[in-house]
């Protein structure tokens, strides 16, 4: 993994609208062998790459979940980091993650509730400049009080 912050806690009286943390990746095959392991997804798309050849993809693709993973760990090791909790995320699947491809992992704040200490973040995923993911996520940052 390549970041692009050091890993940690951002408590929430630090974060401001507009901060954005990414890390970087190459999916691999070893990564979709064991997503597919501890999730029990076998889907022969992931797997096998003669039966992937001849659905719409053309060839094995990433679990979808396993991309999403990758906001989730910029979220847990990045921002806010170390002690937050996942409220909520939804997901828009744009395109397919190949084996082999850098996958670029970006969370941007876009809200702040400081009393309920709650950020709202864009999330996004991209290959090639190109985006495969998109989302929002609400998470309950941590507090230097609660520390």
Known sequence: MLDNAPRGTICIEDIEIGMVRSLRKVVTDRDIQLFAEVSTDRNPVHLDEDYAQETIFGGRIAHGMLTAGLVSAVIGEQLPGHGTVYLGQNLKFLAPVRPGDMVLAEVEVTDIDHAKRRVTMNTRC??????????????????????
Request: hydrophobic letters at 45%; a neutral charge; charged letters at 35%.
């Open 126 to 147: 991209l290959v090639d400049d190109k985006k495969v993911l998109v989302g929002d996520a609400t998470v309950l940052a941590p507090s230097r009080k609660f520390d």
